[in-house]
């Protein structure tokens, strides 16, 4: 089945950095594209960035343009965030997600913590 596994969350001082990763397995994850979400605590689900299958379209929310980076590795099966000049509003938890045979599938997400 479908699988999606987040890693490299954690605490970082602002202005720090962090790399975010998604593990994908159980469908061909070269054919789809995939996108980073993030909620914070108390707030709604956003959209943080997505990439296409083939990497040559990205797209990102304008609260992380210039700071994150979306990226992927098909031979791997994996999807990077690269995240700079981190912000406490960056706070949240993050997920990788993908649309795949119609349906949508979610990893279990991972925390990031930015605080001094």
């Known amino acids: 089945q479908v699988q999606l596994v987040e890693s490299g969350g954690g605490l970082v001082q602002p202005g720090g950095s962090l790399r975010l990763s998604c593990a994908a397995s159980?469908?061909?994850?070269?054919?789809?594209?995939m996108s980073w979400y993030r909620q914070g605590r108390g707030k709604e689900r956003e959209l943080v960035a997505s990439?296409?299958?083939?990497?040559?379209?990205?797209n990102y929310a304008d609260s992380v343009k210039g700071r994150f980076t979306i990226s992927r590795d098909n031979v791997r099966n994996m999807g990077y965030l690269q995240m700079n000049s981190l912000k406490p509003e960056d706070t949240a938890v993050y997920y990788c997600?993908?649309?795949?045979?119609?349906?949508?599938?979610w990893g279990q997400g991972t925390q990031v913590t930015v605080s001094s």
């Open positions: 159980g469908y061909a994850f070269s054919s789809y594209g």
């Open positions: 997600a993908t649309v795949a045979r119609g349906r949508d599938y």
């Open positions: 990439i296409s299958a083939t990497g040559l379209s990205r």
